[in-house]
T-cell receptor
Framework: KQEVTQIPAALSVPEGENLVLNCSFT??????LQWFRQDPGKGLTSLLLIQSSQREQTSGRLNASLDKSSGRSTLYIAASQPGDSATYLCAVETSGSRLTFGEGTQLTVNP | GAGVSQTPSNKVTEKGKYVELRCDPI?????LYWYRQSLGQGPEFLIY????????DSGLPNDRFFAVRPEGSVSTLKIQRTERGDSAVYLCASRVDMNTEAFFGQGTRLTVV
């Protein structure tokens, strides 16, 4: 059974800092990994999708890497802003098209 | 609309009642998912549709939960004899096909009192 773990559970940083969020998964037989953002009381917003054959994806200040063999992904956020405050979730797709989620990292960027 | 739409956004019901939650996926998306999210937790898989058929319903917690997608577009999640433990946010997602980006709705917050 696939298990996804996100570390840390919560993170508080001052504005402008670069930061890294971590995601690990137990079964390396994945099709892809997707990072999402969730604001309080809202649904999930897709940030980046990395296919299993890719090593990284970039979108603006966000960069996600994938090391499938070691079961790890990182989400790097450059020059953080207060508007980046949210919960960040990673999810992996395994056979059967099911997405398995971690419990998220709650990020607070302080002005 | 351009995104996944879920109605209602909030639902309060009494213990033992029946509820229906609706999901309108993005047009043309053949894959549709239902997830349940409790406070402080990640979304938990319930059921996956490919077209009209439930390809994987192994996440449904018990036989009080049922979902349909009769025409391969709109889906309804049905919960019978609701219990207080069913209180959660129910999320719907759709995507073009497997191994593509998934898009989520805003969720339905269900409260059973």
């Amino acid at each position: 059974k696939q298990e996804v773990t996100q570390i840390p559970a919560a993170l508080s940083v001052p504005e402008g800092e670069n930061l890294v969020l971590n995601c690990s998964f137990t079964d390396s037989a994945i099709y892809n990994l997707q990072w999402f953002r969730q604001d309080p009381g809202k649904g999930l917003t897709s940030l980046l999708l990395i296919q299993s054959s890719q090593r990284e994806q970039t979108s603006g200040r966000l960069n996600a890497s994938l090391d499938k063999s070691s079961g790890r992904s990182t989400l790097y956020i450059a020059a953080s802003q207060p508007g980046d405050s949210a919960t960040y979730l990673c999810a992996v797709e395994t056979s059967g098209s099911r997405l398995t989620f971690g419990e998220g990292t709650q990020l607070t960027v302080n002005p | 609309g351009a995104g996944v739409s879920q109605t209602p956004s909030n639902k309060v019901t009494e213990k033992g009642k029946y509820v229906e939650l609706r999901c309108d996926p993005i047009s043309g998306h053949t894959a549709l998912y239902w997830y349940r999210q409790s406070l402080g937790q990640g979304p938990e898989f319930l059921i996956y549709f490919q077209g009209t058929g439930a390809a994987d319903d192994s996440g449904l917690p018990n036989d009080r939960f049922f979902a349909v997608r009769p025409e391969g577009s709109v889906s309804t999640l049905k919960i019978q004899r609701t219990e207080r433990g069913d209180s959660a946010v129910y999320l719907c997602a759709s995507r073009v096909d497997m191994n593509t980006e998934a898009f989520f709705g805003q969720g339905t917050r269900l409260t059973v009192v």
